[in-house]
């Protein structure tokens, strides 16, 4: 089956990086991907890794490691509407097109 | 403006009633999810449909049934049988193909309240 591990909770300060991680077992592997949803709100796609190294877009950047099974996102000079959940999610196994999603991990930005 | 809609935004049932939620998209995509979502929990597959008339169970399809006659609509119906049906339901669209159920998009939700 699919597992993921994400912290459940970070904390950090405005204009400061954070790192959430998440670590995977899957019995097939075709990429990475991360969410954002805020409180009430949709998931909204953010990333998606396929091979491993670091991909880039604005403020957010994503890493995957397939040898490590371990991606993470950074989100750079943070501000306060970050504030949400951040989800990963891989491939579900026994059907392409399902994935299955980490329980999240919430982020708080303080000022 | 694309989009996946999804109404109604708050739903209140009586315990024993079935209900439907509605979920429509106008992205021309081919794959279509039903996830559901508990407080501080991450989202679970209920149904998907990869293209019209044919759907699968997810990981907690129990309780639930779905159907695609068209390509834009995938309609959730929580029978009696779901025992926890209060929650957040989700419906998600992808494009179907290539990296598609990677990127997902995603429509405002429904919270459904059973009592």
């Known amino acids: 089956g699919q597992s993921l591990e994400q912290p459940s909770e970070v904390t950090a300060v405005e204009g400061a990086i954070v790192q959430i991680n998440c670590t995977y077992q899957t019995s097939g592997f075709y990429g990475l991907s991360w969410y954002q949803q805020h409180d009430g709100g949709a998931p909204t796609f953010l990333s998606y890794?396929?091979?491993?190294g670091l991909e880039e877009t604005g403020r957010f950047s994503s890493f995957l490691s397939r040898s490590d099974s371990y991606g993470y996102l950074l989100l750079q000079e943070l501000q306060m509407k970050d504030s949400a959940s951040y989800f990963c999610?891989?491939?579900?196994?026994?059907?392409?097109?399902?994935?299955?999603f980490g329980t999240g991990t919430k982020l708080q930005v303080i000022p | 403006d694309g989009g996946i809609t999804q109404s109604p935004k708050y739903l209140f049932r009586k315990e024993g009633q079935n209900v439907t939620l509605s979920c429509e998209q106008n992205?021309?995509?081919?794959?279509m999810y039903w996830y559901r979502q508990d407080p501080g929990q991450g989202l679970r597959l209920i149904y998907y449909s990869q293209i019209v008339n044919d759907f699968q169970k997810g990981d907690i399809a129990e309780g639930y049934s779905v159907s695609r006659e068209k390509k834009e609509s995938f309609p959730l119906t929580v029978t009696s049988a779901q025992k926890n049906p209060t929650a957040f339901y989700l419906c998600?669209?992808?494009?179907?193909?290539?990296?598609?159920?990677?990127?997902?998009?995603f429509g405002p939700g429904t919270r459904l309240t059973v009592t």
């Open positions: 992205l021309n995509h081919d794959a």
């Open positions: 999610a891989v491939p579900s196994g026994g059907g392409y097109q399902k994935v299955t």
């Open positions: 890794n396929a091979l491993d």
């Open positions: 998600a669209s992808s494009l179907g193909s290539g990296r598609s159920p990677y990127e997902q998009y």
